[in-house]
């Protein structure tokens, strides 16, 4: 028994080993200002039907996005959602020279009560005037999209930005409804977003994942019309998804685009990449308590539409690790390129916590040889990944959420940043969600069946982010504890970017009933870097824009312009890759893109490393 222990465990990183990866990087941790004179609250009101679980209906709600919002030319301004004043707060980066004051978005005069809070934000320009808008969804409502306002631009040409203040934001309905003091329209619970052009008509969709379908779960006047999962497993009675199909009049939302068999899963996460290079994004939607999924888009313009792809089932493999067939939880989902072999692979995050429920995260690694290859397999209806994450170290972590990939020191290699735990307190309630977790489907969609989670009791409530780093064995370790960010409060969203144009990723994290951390990356040995701002003529974030980089060995290095996705955390819309410590000059870029009427376009530069500012039109020039 013994020797058969020591043949198949999980092979450790060394102490020593983590002190000398960790060596590489650096992060200063800052506090982030938050504004006064909100109330505060550690647990929510919700539906009667649910009080005995509120503590689990309270525990998702914190999210945080970073990206240039006052049109300053820097990554510097953070987006939050804050659960314990149920506001979405608009704050500079720390280390800003010259800042704003905080503030919340005031929605009014569109209809916001207590039966609603905001779940996350997402910046991008959605009327297209060059111009940083902010979408929020929430609990108990259809989203709203905070128009920047114009007068608000800084007139003296200081390269400053704009002065941003409460006023600096015309709230809009994406989903048009009645007018009144009452908001009247869908109950929407929604945990999830994504901005893409979709359809390849050159103009930014939107997809909305909920979770919950529409019900007044933040009720606490109503006892009923609330429901909990299925199924452990497969559920079926979830939210759904909902796509926002862009047109010159203003978003339109669009029916059938996803199939029917994964048109009602628990949505917590999604993000969208091109995989297979037809210049239309892919879309993986993380589900809880069912079968998360790949989309290969086969839309076209006016005509957003996905069909499902799965892993080819193997003998080999578990059921529940091949893609299309998983019952594990999908809590977020990043696409990068875990393997540097020019095509994007994912991270997707689990429960994975020994002795509680112990699944796994997912590192799907490309089994394809070249993008053409990955669009004929797609075009089968074959997933062409397979999950590695035992093998690199990523497996197991605790109970994941967001999770960004990223290159903190600019070696050419992505990190992965994950957010973990669920509810902090003191009584230990696994024995319980162990007996559910074994409890027959036909019980757990009715909430009385459900043992208590309330205030004080505990559910990985100690456990703390992940910052996973590769070693020269390939496989990754956890640095997060060495770093200084192991920060015993519940995670949620994750944002990355380079808020003060120095090369390095900085790290915004928020808390579930937490403040936010912010994170800046001090790194004294960083490797070169490409920092690409890439926009459309108007100015607006050319997303789905590709960049591939050549490094002079021949290996390529290939990122895009996100237009916010995963749990509820949003990064830049900058592109940035790391080049390594060995590159000193130019090297070639391949820059591929839409423009606004969905023309393809691919031009070649040699560009230096360092920040660059390139407009996207029929052709890529360098401001």
């Known amino acids: 028994m013994a020797g058969t222990f020591y043949a198949v465990r999980i092979p450790e990183t060394s102490a020593a ?11 200063e941790p800052m506090t982030v200002a938050m504004p006064a004179g909100f109330e505060k609250k550690t647990i929510r009101k919700v539906n009667k039907a649910y009080e005995h679980i509120d503590a689990w209906i309270s525990s998702v709600g914190a999210g945080i996005a970073m990206n240039d919002v006052d049109g300053d030319g820097l990554a510097n301004d953070l987006c939050i959602t804050d659960p314990r004043t149920d506001q979405v707060v608009v704050t500079p980066s720390p280390n800003r020279e010259v800042a704003y004051r905080p503030f919340a978005l005031d929605p009014a005069p569109l209809p916001v009560d207590k039966t609603m809070a905001p779940m996350g934000c997402v910046p991008g320009d959605f009327n297209e005037d060059g111009a940083t808008d902010l979408l929020v969804y929430y609990w108990g409502r259809t989203p709203i999209v905070f128009l920047a306002e114009d007068e608000d631009e800084d007139e003296g040409g200081d390269g400053k930005g704009k002065s941003l203040a409460p006023g600096s ?37 939107i997809f909305i994942g909920n979770y919950f379908p529409d019900s007044p779960v933040l009720d606490p006047s109503k006892d009923g019309d609330v429901v909990m999962n299925d199924s452990l497993s497969h559920a079926q009675n979830g939210g759904g998804g909902h796509f926002f199909r862009w047109t010159e009049h203003g978003y339109e939302k669009t029916d059938g685009s996803l199939p029917q068999s994964i048109s009602h899963g628990w949505t917590l996460g999604v993000s969208a990449a091109d995989l297979d290079g037809d210049r239309l994004p892919e879309l993986y939607l993380a589900h809880d308590f069912g079968t998360s999924a790949l989309l290969h888009n086969t839309s076209r313009p006016g005509r957003i539409e996905f069909a499902q792809v799965k892993s080819v089932h193997s003998g080999t493999v578990p059921k529940s690790k091949e893609i299309g067939r998983s019952s594990f939880k999908g809590m977020g989902v990043d696409f990068g390129d875990l393997d540097n072999d020019g095509l994007y692979d994912m991270f997707v995050s689990n429960i994975t916590t020994s002795f509680g429920i112990q699944e ?6 490309g089994t394809a040889g070249s993008r053409a290859e990955v669009r004929a397999r797609l075009e089968d209806g074959e997933a062409p990944f397979e999950d590695r994450s035992t093998d690199l170290g990523l497996a197991w972590s605790g109970w994941g959420w967001d999770v960004k990939t990223a290159d903190f020191d600019n070696d050419g290699v992505l990190e992965i940043a994950q957010a973990l735990g669920f509810v902090k307190g003191k009584n230990n309630r696994w024995p319980q969600l162990q007996e559910l977790a074994t409890a027959n489907d036909a019980l757990i969609s009715n909430p009385t069946w459900w043992p208590n989670v309330q205030e004080g009791d505990d559910l990985a409530g100690s456990q703390t982010m992940r910052l996973f780093a590769k070693g020269e064995d390939g496989r990754y370790t956890d640095l997060s504890p060495a770093l200084g960010l192991a920060v015993p409060v519940p995670s949620r969203g994750i944002a990355t970017g380079d808020v003060d144009g120095d090369g390095r990723l900085d790290l915004a994290v928020a808390h579930q009933w937490g403040d936010p951390g912010f994170y800046h990356n001090v790194g004294e040995d960083a490797g070169a870097y490409l920092g690409l701002r890439l926009t459309r003529p108007s100015g607006s974030p050319a997303v789905g824009a590709e960049v591939r980089v050549t490094l002079p060995g021949g290996t390529e290095r290939v990122s895009r312009v996100d237009g916010g996705g995963g749990h509820s955390g949003k990064r830049s819309s900058e592109v940035h890759i790391g080049l390594g410590h060995d590159v000193r000059g130019p090297v070639d870029v391949r820059l591929t893109w839409r423009d ?24 890529a020039k360098e401001q």
């Open 17 to 27: 080993e983590t002190a000398e990866i960790a060596d590489r990087f650096s992060f």
């Open 169 to 205: 934001f015309r709230p809009t309905e994406l989903l048009p409804g009645k007018e009144g003091p009452r908001y009247t329209g869908p109950l929407w619970n929604s945990n999830a977003a994504a901005v893409a052009d979709f359809d390849g008509d050159g103009h930014d969709d």
């Open 360 to 365: 796994s995260n997912f590192a799907f690694i």
């Open 596 to 619: 606004r009427t969905g023309d393809v376009h691919e031009q070649r530069l040699r560009l230096s490393p360092g920040r660059h500012s390139i407009q996207l039109g029929t052709q």
